[in-house]
Nanobody
Framework: QVQLVESGGGLVQAGGSLRLSCAAS????????MGWFRQAPGKERAFVAA????????NYADSVKGRFTVSRDNAKNTVYLQMNSPNPEDTADYYC????????????????????WGQGTQVTVSS
């Protein structure tokens, strides 16, 4: 089992910045990829970004490319999502997730392919 705890959410002004963190514990050695998803009210959970634990390869949704950056600190078993220049459309609950199978990052754009999920952290972007 892997436990995930997100933090860093809150209220941010459009054009500002915010960094989300996701700390993993438990059987973290099984982790192949860590991803970020978000879910706005009334909408489905959507892929934001993902990073592989070993090589640090990344993949982003087109909507956040160039604004958000995913990174990881393996020594701390933590993945980060740096959100720069957010806009009100980025308002959502943000979730991190872990996938344990060695598949492509394209595979991990699908929420159903992850094995473990955190409880989420809320991000509100004011205009």
């Amino acid at each position: 089992q892997v436990q995930l705890v997100e933090s860093g959410g809150g209220l941010v002004q459009a054009g500002g910045s915010l960094r989300l963190s996701c700390a993993a514990s438990g059987r973290t050695f099984n982790t192949y990829v860590m991803g970020w998803f978000r879910q706005a009210p009334g909408k489905e959970r959507a892929f934001v970004a993902a990073i592989t634990r070993i090589d640090g390869d990344t993949n982003y949704a087109d909507s956040v490319k160039g604004r958000f950056t995913v990174s990881r600190d393996n020594a701390k078993n933590t993945v980060y999502l740096q959100m720069n220049s957010p806009n009100p459309e980025d308002t959502a609950d943000y979730y991190c997730a872990v996938g344990t199978t060695s598949f492509s990052l394209r595979y991990y754009r699908n929420a159903g392919n992850y094995d473990y999920w955190g409880q989420g952290t809320q991000v509100t972007v004011s205009s």
